[in-house]
């Protein structure tokens, strides 16, 4: 099996401390070229950039096997993401203790978009919610009624629409969006997403929320690794 730093100038090692860092704290890729320049590691910042293009989908989809949430209660919302000067919507879900259920990109925000981001919802978990709340959007209820007349959702689920229960979603979006601050605006709809799921799977990490007890920052280093195929 061919490595997935085959051709790469740069070690795996390497690569992957510089998409960890830069997924993880708030920095931006000119803030990290200059970082890794006083380490001794001459990287020009589009290399990063790359890098992290390559790698940050790839990170999200294996951290997945290990991050399947357990929550009977979702709490669903959107939030804005600029993109090349104009607004896009990223829909969001996490169970009641924060878990990170799934995320979605989105050009719109309405009916179609959210029944998308529900169906896709549903396949990250073991069992179906017993309650969703949302904020008072009418595309939510559209949504959650129609994916129950498909069957693809409980006719016992609650729909609830109570504003201060999304509290804990709202501070999640902060924590994602404290991050994004130093990446200003992204250039592309296709570059925001491939980024966006490497913070979230990050956040996801960060949040502890991974089997096997890798708890620690080591632990959570030597997973990444591991996910990459690279053993100490």
Same mark, same amino acid.
């Given at each position: 099996?061919?490595?997935?730093?085959?051709?790469?100038?740069?070690?795996?090692?390497?690569?992957?401390?510089?998409?960890?860092?830069?997924?993880?704290?708030?920095?931006?890729?000119?803030?990290?070229?200059?970082?890794?320049e006083e380490r001794g590691v001459d990287i020009d910042h589009t290399?990063?950039?790359?890098?992290?293009?390559?790698?940050?989908?790839?990170?999200?989809?294996?951290?997945?096997?290990?991050?399947?949430?357990?929550?009977?209660?979702?709490?669903?919302?959107?939030?804005?993401?600029?993109?090349?000067?104009?607004?896009?919507?990223?829909?969001?879900?996490?169970?009641?203790?924060?878990?990170?259920?799934?995320?979605?990109?989105?050009?719109?925000?309405?009916?179609?978009?959210?029944?998308?981001?529900?169906?896709?919802?549903?396949?990250?978990?073991?069992?179906?919610?017993?309650?969703?709340?949302?904020?008072?959007?009418?595309?939510?209820?559209?949504?959650?009624?129609?994916?129950?007349?498909?069957?693809? #959702? +409980?006719?016992?689920? +609650?729909?609830t629409q109570v504003k201060y229960s999304n509290n804990r979603i709202? +501070?999640?979006?902060?924590?994602?969006?404290?991050?994004?601050?130093?990446?200003?605006?992204?250039?592309?709809?296709?570059?925001?997403?491939?980024?966006?799921?490497?913070?979230?799977?990050?956040?996801?990490?960060?949040?502890?929320?991974?089997?096997? #007890?890798?708890?620690? #920052?080591?632990?959570?280093?030597?997973?990444?690794?591991?996910?990459?195929?690279?053993?100490?």
């Amino acid at each position: 099996m061919k490595s997935d730093f085959w051709k790469r100038r740069f070690r795996g090692l390497i690569i992957l401390q510089c998409m960890r860092w830069y997924l993880r704290y708030p920095v931006s890729y000119r803030n990290f070229e200059e970082m890794m320049e006083e380490r001794g590691v001459d990287i020009d910042h589009t290399t990063i950039y790359r890098w992290v293009q390559r790698y940050a989908p790839e990170f999200e989809k294996r951290l997945r096997w290990y991050a399947k949430p357990l929550g009977f209660s979702w709490k669903v919302d959107e939030t804005y993401i600029k993109i090349k000067g104009q607004w896009k919507y990223l829909y969001r879900a996490i169970t009641s203790d924060g878990q990170t259920i799934d995320f979605m990109l989105s050009h719109k925000r309405d009916t179609k978009s959210a029944i998308k981001f529900f169906k896709r919802a549903l396949k990250q978990c073991h069992e179906h919610p017993c309650k969703i709340n949302t904020d008072q959007n009418p595309a939510y209820a559209k949504a959650i009624e129609r994916i129950k007349k498909e069957e693809s #959702l +409980s006719q016992n689920v +609650s729909h609830t629409q109570v504003k201060y229960s999304n509290n804990r979603i709202e +501070s999640d979006h902060s924590r994602l969006k404290r991050r994004l601050v130093p990446m200003l605006s992204f250039q592309s709809f296709h570059t925001a997403n491939r980024t966006l799921k490497g913070v979230e799977a990050m956040l996801m990490l960060v949040k502890k929320q991974t089997c096997f #007890l890798r708890k620690s #920052l080591g632990e959570q280093i030597k997973l990444i690794n591991e996910l990459f195929h690279i053993y100490s």
